[in-house]
């Protein structure tokens, strides 16, 4: 399987802009869901770790509500890139308006940020989940091997290396932040507090440029011509097929039947023996 899906230069394009589209959304789930507690409470120390797990929590449950309510409103769009097209600009701007907001210690501004950014990321991440099945619908027996690949290295590459870049991007901020500046402003204080945010801001401009780069071959609501053709032709193919089927086994059984009426068939009939 992994050979057929390499072996296409289409399914190559696919599955790199698979790739680049998800580097966003799982960078932002692993930030958002398991960086910001312990950043909150071990390395920037403004609350306590239950209070920032218990922070945590609420914004779970509201990414959940968000994230029912974003997969229903996709089916309503004509594409499915429509909904995450939107999405997507709110998680370049949204994290790191985040990080700024960490900057107040207020609980209030923290707890906003997050709830900005998961609402965002449920508006990508609400229709993501059937947007990668149907990007191979051009071959639907590669399905499960893209989406598996894709969504696999996506996450290991972008996601699971998250909280070490955002970390060391973290102390890099507070290398370049100099405390005794005399003129402070937004760009010599704000912004070097930023570059964990603005690094997946950037790979939310690569998702963006991805999703013009998938050729999506399903359109949501009434599906795209070709697909359809296709479907009629199967469907027409496979009623007559099922018709043939009826009229050969019709066919034999009037043959069979004409059998034995020409022999006189009696169900007593034994073969003679052989000796």
């Given at each position: 399987?992994?050979?057929?899906?390499?072996?296409?230069?289409?399914?190559?394009?696919?599955?790199?802009?698979?790739?680049?589209?998800?580097?966003?959304?799982?960078?932002?789930?692993?930030?958002?869901?398991?960086?910001?507690?312990?950043?909150?409470?071990?390395?920037?120390?403004?609350?306590?770790?239950?209070?920032?797990?218990?922070?945590?929590?609420?914004?779970?449950?509201?990414?959940?509500?968000?994230?029912?309510?974003?997969?229903?409103?996709?089916?309503?769009?004509?594409?499915?890139?429509?909904?995450?097209?939107?999405?997507?600009?709110?998680?370049?701007?949204?994290?790191?308006?985040?990080?700024?907001?960490?900057?107040?210690?207020?609980?209030?501004?923290?707890?906003?940020?997050?709830?900005?950014?998961?609402?965002?990321?449920?508006?990508?991440?609400?229709?993501?989940?059937?947007?990668?099945?149907?990007?191979w619908m051009a071959d639907p027996t590669l399905s499960f091997t893209g989406v598996a690949v894709g969504h696999n290295v996506a996450a290991t590459l972008f996601g699971g290396t998250m909280p070490l870049l955002a970390t060391g991007l973290y102390y890099q901020s507070v290398v370049l932040v100099d405390k005794n500046e005399m003129h402070p402003n937004f760009f010599n204080t704000l912004v070097p507090q930023m570059l964990p945010g603005l690094y997946v801001s950037f790979l939310g401009l690569i998702s963006l440029f991805c999703v013009y780069v998938v050729k999506h071959p399903h359109d949501v609501r009434t599906g795209s011509r070709k697909l359809q053709a296709a479907v009629l032709e199967e469907n027409r193919k496979f009623k007559e097929r099922t018709t043939k089927k009826k009229k050969r086994r019709k066919k034999l059984e009037a043959q069979l039947q004409n059998m034995d009426a020409g022999t006189g068939y009696n169900e007593n009939y034994q073969p003679p023996a052989i000796t």
């Open positions: 399987a992994i050979y057929d899906l390499m072996s296409s230069p289409f399914q190559r394009r696919q599955l790199a802009g698979m790739i680049g589209i998800l580097s966003s959304t799982t960078s932002t789930f692993y930030i958002l869901f398991l960086f910001c507690p312990v950043f909150l409470s071990e390395v920037k120390g403004v609350m306590t770790q239950t209070e920032a797990d218990s922070m945590n929590i609420a914004v779970v449950g509201m990414y959940i509500v968000f994230l029912l309510l974003c997969g229903q409103t996709s089916d309503k769009f004509e594409h499915r890139r429509d909904l995450i097209c939107i999405g997507l600009p709110g998680i370049i701007v949204a994290c790191p308006v985040m990080f700024s907001m960490f900057e107040t210690g207020s609980y209030v501004g923290i707890f906003l940020g997050q709830i900005i950014l998961c609402f965002c990321l449920a508006l990508v991440t609400g229709g993501m989940a059937a947007m990668e099945v149907e990007l």
